[in-house]
Each structure stands twice: as structure tokens, then as C-alpha cells.
């Protein structure tokens, strides 16, 4: 239902001077001249103010029937001893021709459709803020490096579990000290290329989540 400002402002409980300061501030989104009642988000602002009773049509009806009437100005007497001026015929532009009922419909559909899209962003970025507010949510360099100094982490255990050992069975075959520098170098060696390779392989994997969940986020919207 299409109202005008002043009888949706009457309808819902508020006064004209309040609901033109909510309509600057987008709180209630005018069609035109008029303010559309089935808007998702003029329902949300309706549900609010009314306290989830809805618009009161008959209000509308009261301030209807109290508006005076304008009294019609009477007209001047013309002197008996002038003739009456001619009036002059103004050549009016041809009206554009009215709208089919299909292109209102449309157009009508269109708007009500981006007005609930962005009312649904608007609630999804609310939800996104709490979520990080309550910690739910990380960005994407932390998650990489905590996984980087969580490797690192079992690397360098890793790395100095295999120097001793090295000691060991370099005392047991008989090597001298040349001998275990050079397994413990090529041991360090072979772990730097194994830590590369896990850092390049799971940043690898967290791009390919976030460009499947893009996808289908994607996906799911357009319906």
C-alpha cells in the first residue's frame, strides 16, 4: 500500500516532523512522493514504532475527514463599460503515454527486491561485527602465522631430536667430528626445504578454501 508521508506518519503513531528526520536518515524509504507499506525495510521501521501492531488505517481516515474543505475565492465583478479580457489559449505539451501495468510491476518488483537485499547485507554485516566481537572470527594472515610458528615450532623439536641421534650412530659406526657436521648440515638442509614446502603448500590451501567458500557464498546470493 502506497501512503502519503503525512498519513503514514499518522498511521504509525509519530509526527510529521519525526518521520521527515527518519527519512533523511534512511530509516523509511520513500517511492516517489509516497512511502510503500510493503517495503521490507518500512515494515521492519512500522514493526518498531508500532510495537509489532502494524499501520492503523483508520487514524488515516480520521485526519481525512477532519481536513476543511479550502473555500473557493469568489470572482471579481467585471466593469459593465470594459469588455472582458480574452483569455489566451496556452498550447499544452501531448502527456507521455501512461505506463503498462507490466512495467510498473517490474520496476516495483526490482525496487522491493534490492530494498531486501540491502536490508539482508546490512543484517550480515551486523552478524559478521559480533562475531569478531565474540572472537569467532580470525583474519586470514593470523591463521597463517600461527600455522607458521606452530610448524616452525615442531620443526626445531624435530631438527634437534635428529642431531642427537645423529651423535649417536655417528659414535657407533666410529665417524669422527667431519663426519657428524655433515650429517647434521644435510639434516638441516633437508629440514628448511620440508618447513618451504609445508609453509607454501598450506597457504596454498587456505586460498583454495577461501575461493571455494567465495564461490558458493557467491552461489547461494544469487538465488
Not at 90 to 113: C, G, H, I, S
Request: glycine share 4%.
Amino acid at each position: 500500500m502506497f501512503l502519503k508521508p503525512k498519513e503514514f506518519a499518522m498511521s504509525v503513531g509519530v509526527s510529521y516532523a519525526t518521520l521527515r528526520k527518519h527519512i533523511s536518515r534512511e530509516k523509511v524509504l520513500k517511492s516517489g512522493d509516497y512511502i510503500d507499506t510493503e517495503n521490507a525495510h518500512n515494515k521492519i521501521y512500522i514493526s518498531e514504532q508500532t510495537n509489532g501492531k502494524g499501520i492503523d488505517l483508520a487514524k488515516v481516515g480520521k485526519m481525512e475527514t477532519a481536513a476543511p474543505k479550502p473555500k473557493a475565492k469568489p470572482k471579481p465583478k467585471a466593469k459593465a463599460t470594459e469588455p472582458p479580457p480574452k483569455a489566451k489559449v496556452a498550447q499544452e505539451p501531448e502527456p507521455p503515454p501512461p505506463a503498462t501495468e507490466n512495467q510498473v510491476d517490474t520496476v516495483t518488483r526490482r525496487k522491493r527486491l534490492a530494498d531486501v537485499q540491502k536490508v539482508e547485507k546490512e543484517i550480515e554485516l551486523k552478524n559478521l561485527q559480533i562475531s569478531k566481537l565474540m572472537g569467532e572470527l580470525m583474519p586470514i594472515e593470523m591463521v597463517q602465522k600461527i600455522l607458521t610458528i606452530n610448524i616452525q615450532s615442531v620443526f626445531r623439536e624435530l631438527e634437534s631430536a635428529s642431531e642427537n641421534i645423529a651423535s649417536v650412530y655417528c659414535e657407533i659406526l666410529g665417524g669422527d667430528r667431519d663426519h657428524l657436521a655433515r650429517m647434521v648440515e644435510e639434516m638441516r638442509q633437508a629440514l628448511q626445504d620440508s618447513i618451504k614446502n609445508a609453509k607454501d603448500k598450506s597457504k596454498e590451501e587456505i586460498q583454495s578454501v577461501i575461493k571455494d567458500y567465495s564461490a558458493t557464498r557467491s552461489r547461494g546470493q544469487r538465488k
